[in-house]
């Protein structure tokens, strides 16, 4: 062999192996992101679960803004917002992980006319074919739920949605 064989064949080499060392490390960081998804979504499911077993009548003061409104007393029920402990927070001051959202305006009414495409709303929830403006927390026979979870994770911001519709 001639030393220019021999040179070439270590150019060869060297590609092959950086090409399998980069293989190795995007498999590595898939790897990363495929478990913080995976966290993600359990916990979404775990709030799902959670929203559903909860009585249709008392969704709504269980799981939004005014803890006075809680079914077992005032600031007894989860709230709105949850930390997911294993996920690294979007924002530096650790603003918790997850929402759940519900069809409720900023004073916790149920309202049908609200835009909140994720909800599929506006959309009637009384089952009277209309979509208005009214209070709807006591007579709605569907509340569409969603549960968004947001995390800085290896590849940059993320974020995890599960939705449903609870009937009674």
Same mark, same amino acid.
């Given at each position: 062999?001639s030393?220019?064989e +021999?040179?070439?064949?270590?150019?060869?080499?060297?590609?092959?192996?950086l090409?399998?060392?980069s293989?190795? &490390?995007?498999?590595?960081e898939l790897?990363a /992101?495929?478990?913080?998804?995976?966290?993600? $979504?359990?916990?979404a499911?775990a709030? @799902?679960e959670?929203?559903r077993a909860?009585? $249709?009548n008392? &969704? &709504?003061?269980a799981f939004? =803004?005014?803890?006075a409104?809680?079914?077992?007393g005032a600031? *007894?029920?989860p709230?709105?917002? $949850?930390s997911?402990?294993e =996920?690294p !927070?979007?924002?530096?001051?650790?603003a918790?992980?997850?929402a @759940?959202v519900?069809?409720?305006?900023?004073?916790? +009414? /149920?309202r049908?006319?609200?835009?909140?495409?994720a909800?599929?709303l %506006?959309?009637?929830?009384n089952?009277d074919?209309l &979509?208005?403006?009214?209070?709807?927390?006591?007579?709605? @026979? =569907?509340? %569409?739920v969603? /549960?968004?979870?947001?995390?800085?994770? +290896? *590849?940059?911001?993320r974020?995890?949605a =599960? !939705?449903?519709v609870?009937?009674?």
């Amino acid at each position: 062999m001639s030393l220019v064989e +021999t040179a070439l064949s270590m150019v060869v080499l060297a590609v092959a192996c950086l090409t399998a060392l980069s293989v190795l &490390v995007s498999s590595m960081e898939l790897d990363a /992101v495929n478990r913080e998804t995976k966290i993600a $979504f359990d916990a979404a499911r775990a709030r @799902i679960e959670m929203v559903r077993a909860e009585r $249709f009548n008392q &969704v &709504v003061a269980a799981f939004n =803004l005014d803890p006075a409104d809680d079914p077992q007393g005032a600031g *007894t029920a989860p709230g709105p917002t $949850f930390s997911v402990a294993e =996920l690294p !927070s979007v924002a530096a001051g650790g603003a918790p992980h997850g929402a @759940i959202v519900l069809p409720v305006d900023a004073a916790g +009414t /149920v309202r049908e006319n609200l835009s909140i495409p994720a909800l599929g709303l %506006p959309r009637d929830l009384n089952g009277d074919n209309l &979509v208005d403006g009214d209070d709807h927390t006591a007579d709605a @026979i =569907l509340i %569409p739920v969603l /549960v968004r979870v947001r995390w800085s994770g +290896t *590849t940059g911001a993320r974020e995890s949605a =599960l !939705s449903t519709v609870l009937r009674p």
